[in-house]
């Protein structure tokens, strides 16, 4: 029997992307959920009042690598870790990056900044269906991913 890989996403999964996302168009969290809740709509344009994923972007652009290097672990990031770790040493990140250059960069600070600067397992792609093989899981926050990737052999 071969070990479980597990890979892991970055935002929302590891780190707050939807709330520093948020507060970069300068809205309030609470009350922009509260629309969401309201509509049964889980639309990040229309939760934030913009009518296009250009203005969606524009102002996490501005802020360069420095909205993705200081996103917020999730509220469950360190139980999470800690039951993957439980499960298996063979885990890794696997994130895609935003349409900015920018997240590459912030991206891979984020993650040395909460696992070391030696920390290496990690892969930013928007492809993550690449690593998808008998024995890996991948835990996503977009359904999408998830059908993908087991599409390609993962589960």
């Not at 629309?35 to 709509?41: D, I």
């Not at 917020?72 to 895609?96: C, G, Q, R, Y």
Request: aromatic content about 14%.
């Amino acid at each position: 029997m071969s070990k479980l890989r597990i890979y892991l996403d970055l935002d929302e999964v590891l780190c707050d992307f939807v709330g520093a996302a948020i507060q970069a168009h300068g809205k309030d969290k609470e009350e922009v959920y509260d629309k969401w809740l309201a509509s049964g709509s889980w639309d990040m344009c229309s939760g934030l009042e913009v009518t296009s994923e250009v203005q969606f972007w524009e102002p996490i652009h501005k802020l360069g690598e420095m909205f993705w290097q200081q996103l917020e672990p999730t509220k469950w990031f360190e139980e999470l870790m800690e039951l993957v770790e439980s499960i298996t040493n063979d885990w890794h990140i696997l994130t895609a990056p935003s349409p900015c250059p920018s997240s590459y960069v912030g991206k891979v600070y984020w993650l040395k900044g909460m696992f070391g600067n030696e920390f290496d397992r990690f892969c930013i792609t928007p492809h993550k269906e690449i690593m998808a093989q008998h024995n890996t899981l991948l835990i996503d926050d977009r359904f999408s991913n998830v059908e993908k990737f087991r599409k390609y052999g993962g589960d």
